[in-house]
């Protein structure tokens, strides 16, 4: 709002005080209504609370009682800034890439992973970019089919070895035995 907007506004609002009675009034710069942030409007006599005239925060319009106020405020907009800001997009997977190619990435951002042909993803739900830039979510893997099979053939060799290796050794005994006999 320009300056001329806010000044003719609070002459309008100082000709509605005076023509409507509200249930407080100013003494000096004290306002009889008690309450936190409370001031009194220098030039037209109105109470008012900071958060009616936030938007004056750091300008030439700020009262002097709001200073604290307008501080706090600060401060929670800057908490809110970082809460709300990006992420970095952590390494890529091994055997995938991401759906995006920039390094950082919005609040709320979805990562999403796709795999090379052969490997699957070992998560259902995507990681999130969370508060203050911290990814949520499992770490996405992309895991090898074929790495599976040969897994399989492995402990299929050594079960067929470990059944050879039992039968020769009763074959052994059995031999022994009748050489004894
Ligand atoms: C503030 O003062 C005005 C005028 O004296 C009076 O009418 C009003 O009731 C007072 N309000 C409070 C909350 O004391
Ligand atoms: C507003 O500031 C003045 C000047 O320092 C002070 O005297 C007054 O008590 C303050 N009023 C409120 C409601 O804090
Ligand atoms: C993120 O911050 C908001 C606001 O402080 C909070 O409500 C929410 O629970 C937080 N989310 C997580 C996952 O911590």
Redesign the pocket.
Known sequence: MAYDTKLFLAAVCGAVYLTTSEPYTCYG???NVSGK????DVTYKLCRYCADVQDDCFTRLQ???CTSYCYERRRNQDLERSRVSDCTVPHVPENGRYDVKSSQVPFGFKLNVICDDGYTLSVSEPMRCGNFSTWFGLKPLCQGASQDMSTVWKSMLIAFGLLLGVSVMVNIIVGVCRFLK
Do not use: P
């Open positions: 710069d004290i306002c942030y409370q001031y009194c009262s002097y009682n």
